[in-house]
């Protein structure tokens, strides 16, 4: 088991700094995450590269189907390199809210779907240098004649973690399916109410994610080495409901344990504690 923390409410500069921490109190990744209107997600995770070593950097999540792909695997990349290779790509259809309808409509689910994997369509191909095509039914590249930039450090591509929700009772698991053609998935369980709509997840519906996309990957060749099975949870307040002991997330497949402190307010007394937090180190 590997440990991670999403820190929630920093600026750049502090980020950086709580990066530092993490990998002094050793974390083996930290997270940052990405609004329609706010900081740079990218920006901050490679002014954190410059000052770190040995933590992985990545975004839980990164909403990709906003993102035209050239300009996502172009920051991927850049942060992979400056990084000596430590960026994970974390993606998922994204959570509507005001900051994101403030500016663009919902799509919705569908057409985000689709977008989503025709980004990391072409951002995986992109990565693996040129000549590369792709056409899809929102976006398309034609193979780039000049100005290739350099390719990343870890091959053939940054890793990407995606959402992948089980929804009870379907014979299809779409977001399953997708989880299973990458490199991880951040595990939930659908089955919440309109006023608490998030993940429900449990060890037992856990158990059965991982042997479901073990299932999808055994049908297309591939196994379940490497493949990182991501659980948020929170060890010291009340986000969410997954909890500790950390040992029976592992014993239903998780490979990381991601803090996810979003109960801290955003002041400078949650930032305090944050790092209090990062300070203590993981709770293995």
């Known amino acids: 088991m590997r440990f991670g923390a999403v820190i929630p409410f920093a600026d750049e500069r502090e980020f950086t700094e709580l990066a530092t921490v993490a990998e002094t109190a ?6 940052s995450w990405e609004a329609v209107w706010g ?3 990218w920006a901050t995770l490679a002014a954190a590269a410059m000052v770190t070593e040995k933590v992985r950097l990545g975004t839980l999540l990164t909403p990709a189907a906003r993102y035209r792909p050239w300009d996502l695997a172009s920051r991927v990349a850049s942060v992979d390199r400056l990084s000596h290779g430590r960026v994970t790509l974390g993606v998922g259809l994204g959570a509507l809210h005001g900051n994101w309808l403030a500016f663009e409509p919902d799509e919705g689910r569908a057409v985000r779907a689709q977008k989503l994997d025709e980004v990391l369509a072409i951002y995986v191909g992109l990565m693996g240098g040129q000549p590369f095509e792709f056409t899809g039914e929102h976006f398309s590249a034609r193979p780039v004649p000049e100005l290739i930039p350099p390719m990343p450090d870890q091959r053939p591509h940054p890793p990407v973690w995606c ?6 009772g379907r014979a299809r698991q779409r977001s399953l399916e997708r989880a299973a053609r990458w490199q991880g998935v951040f595990p939930a369980a659908a089955g ?3 006023e608490d709509p998030g993940s429900h997840l449990t060890t037992e519906s856990l158990r059965e994610i991982v042997d479901r996309i073990g299932t999808l990957r055994a049908d297309v060749g591939l196994t379940m080495e490497g493949y990182d099975v991501v659980v948020e949870g929170d060890s010291h307040g009340s986000f969410g409901v997954v909890r500790p002991p950390v040992q029976h997330w592992a014993d239903a ?13 955003d002041s400078r007394e949650g930032r305090a504690e944050t790092r209090r937090r990062l300070e203590l180190g993981p709770r293995r």
């Open 26 to 31: 050793g974390w083996d990744m930290v997270f």
């Open 39 to 41: 900081q740079d997600a």
């Open 163 to 168: 959402v992948g929700a089980l929804v009870p």
């Open 192 to 194: 919440g109410t309109l």
């Open 253 to 265: 497949g998780a490979t990381w344990w991601v803090e996810s402190w979003w109960d801290l307010p």
